[in-house]
């Protein structure tokens, strides 16, 4: 399993951006749970965005709700994290990460949960200036 991110820039605040992740090694017709995780220097890495094959619901961190939106393109194997609004504190590496299963009413508890993940992507570098 391969997860390479794009898209990273630095912007002003107020500003949006793309962030891409390819995925490979998988099938989008297999079970998962895919997030959108960042960390800023000095804090702990933090789940922004993630969605699950066993839940309906897509779960955001609260501060960045109605801002971010995670999506796939299962042809393409590729999960995006559109952002929008962008703000100085959303500065941060983001990556994004899988783990494997079915796991039907897991929860957003878990599924922010970067313990839980098996597989990451190196990470791109968002910088939103004042």
């Known amino acids: 399993v391969q997860l390479v991110e794009s898209g990273g820039a630095s912007v002003g605040a107020g500003g949006s951006l793309r962030l891409s992740c390819e995925a490979s090694?998988?099938?989008?017709?297999?079970?998962?749970?895919f997030g959108w995780f960042r960390q800023a220097p000095g804090k702990e890495r933090e789940g922004v965005a993630t969605?699950?094959?066993?839940?309906?619901?897509?779960y955001y961190t609260d501060s960045v709700k109605g801002r971010f939106t995670i999506s796939s393109d299962d042809i393409e194997n590729t999960v995006f994290l559109e952002m929008k609004s962008l703000k100085p504190e959303d500065t941060a590496v983001y990556s994004c990460?899988?783990?494997?299963?079915?796991?039907?009413?897991?929860?957003?508890?878990?599924?922010?949960?970067?313990?839980?993940?098996?597989?990451w992507g190196h990470g791109t570098q968002v910088t939103v200036s004042t």
């Open positions: 990460a899988i783990f494997f299963g079915l796991h039907v009413g897991i929860g957003k508890r878990a599924m922010i949960d970067p313990g839980r993940y098996r597989y």
């Open positions: 090694g998988f099938s989008f017709d297999d079970h998962f749970v």
């Open positions: 969605f699950s094959t066993g839940e309906t619901r897509k």
